[in-house]
C-alpha cells in the first residue's frame, strides 16, 4: 500500500496546527487553494474526512485529530534529528515584532554588535504601526509585548520591567518652581502618547492624594514624537526607563522629581518576548531570542 507523500503530510500538520488552510499557505509559502486541494486528496486517499469546515473556520474531525497528533510528532522529530545532524541547513531569517519606541530606543543601538557575531542571520524588526493580518503576522517569529499580568508559559518570557516617570527639558524647571507633589505636575503642560492615553490618569491616580481631573494637554502618535517635545521644552511627558536613559545621561531630559523622593513616583508595565513559532525548534530563532533576554539583563 502506498502511503500518503511526505510534502501533503507537511500541508496537513501545518493545516491542522494552524487550524487555518490561509495561515498554513503563509508558512509553507504555496496558495490556499493548494493547500484547500491537498486536504481533499489526503481525505479522499484516506478515505476519511479530517477536517470539519464552518464556513470560514476550521476544526478538526475526531480522525483528523488522531491523525494529526501521530504526524506532528513524527514532523516534530524528523526536523529536530536534521535540524541536529546538518544545523547549516535551518532557517537563517529571523523576524522580531515589536512597538515602534522599542526598535528605535532598545533594539536597533545594538543591532551592530548582534549582526558581527552572527552575519549568517538576516534578522529584520517589523513594528506594530504596519499593517497587519493574520497571514502576515505568520511571518513573525518572536514578539516584544506588554502585558499586565505575570505569564506562566513556556514560552513566554519576561524581559524587563520599566519605570514609568515624569520627564522633561531641564529648562523647564528652571523656569519655575521644582514640583514636590503630584498635584504641582497638574500645572505643567502635559504631553499624552497616542496607545498609552491612560498613562497619565493612572499616574494621577497612584500618586496624587486628592480629587484630580487630568488636563487635556498635546497628544502625539508615537514615542519619538513625545520625546523631541518633551526635549524642546514643549512639556511634561512620562518616559520610560531603560528606554530614555541615555537622554537622562545626557542630561537632554530630567525627572522632573528630585531623588531620593520619599516615595518613588513610578508606574512599572513589563515587556514578556514571545514565541510565536513554536513548537517548532529554530537554531537561528533561539540564538537571537538568548541575545535578548542577555542584553535585557546587562
Known amino acids: 500500500m502506498r502511503r500518503p507523500r511526505l510534502n501533503i503530510l507537511r500541508t496537513f500538520e501545518a493545516a491542522g496546527r494552524r487550524l487555518s488552510f490561509a495561515l498554513a499557505a503563509s ?14 486528496q489526503l481525505e479522499a486517499y484516506l478515505g476519511a474526512p479530517l477536517f470539519v469546515r ?9 480522525t483528523g485529530q488522531a491523525y494529526f497528533e501521530s504526524v506532528h510528532q513524527a514532523i516534530e522529530r524528523l526536523d529536530t534529528v536534521t535540524d541536529q545532524l546538518f544545523p547549516h541547513m535551518q532557517g537563517q531569517q ?19 554588535s548582534f549582526h558581527k557575531k552572527h552575519p549568517e542571520i538576516d534578522l529584520s524588526i517589523r513594528t506594530l504601526d504596519t499593517e497587519f493580518n493574520e497571514a502576515s503576522a505568520s511571518d513573525v517569529d518572536l514578539e516584544i509585548v506588554i502585558l499586565p499580568e505575570p505569564v506562566a508559559d513556556e514560552h513566554t518570557h519576561i524581559l524587563f520591567t520599566t519605570s514609568i516617570v ?7 524647571l528652571k523656569a519655575r518652581e521644582r514640583p514636590t507633589g503630584a498635584a504641582d505636575i497638574l500645572n505643567f503642560e502635559l504631553i ?34 513625545a520625546l523631541q517635545m ?28 528630585e531623588k531620593p523622593c520619599a516615595k518613588p513616583m513610578a508606574l512599572h508595565a513589563s515587556y514578556y518576548l514571545r514565541d510565536l513559532t513554536q513548537p517548532r525548534r529554530n537554531h537561528a530563532r ?6 535578548l533576554v542577555n542584553l535585557a539583563a546587562e
Not at 515624569?166 to 523647564?172: Q, Y
Not at 521644552?233 to 522629581?257: A, C, Q, T, W, Y
Not at 533561539?286 to 541575545?291: M, N, Y
Open 27 to 40: 508558512e509553507l509559502n504555496i496558495s490556499p487553494p493548494a493547500v484547500s486541494q491537498q486536504m481533499r
Open 54 to 62: 464552518h464556513g470560514r473556520k476550521l476544526s478538526l474531525s475526531s
Open 94 to 112: 529571523v523576524t522580531i515584532r515589536c512597538t515602534p519606541s522599542v526598535a528605535t530606543l532598545w533594539l536597533v543601538p545594538q543591532l551592530g
Open 166 to 172: 515624569p520627564v522633561c527639558a531641564p529648562g523647564m
Open 192 to 225: 499624552h502618547l497616542l496607545g498609552y492615553d491612560e498613562d497619565w490618569h493612572k499616574w494621577f491616580q497612584q500618586f496624587h492624594t486628592g480629587p484630580f481631573k487630568v488636563p487635556k494637554g498635546m497628544k502625539v502618535d508615537g514615542s519619538l514624537i
Open 230 to 257: 518633551a526635549q524642546r521644552g514643549e512639556g511634561v511627558m512620562l518616559g520610560r526607563r531603560p528606554f530614555i536613559n541615555h537622554l537622562l545621561k545626557s542630561g537632554d531630559l530630567v525627572e522632573v522629581f
Open 286 to 291: 533561539d540564538l537571537v531570542a538568548d541575545w
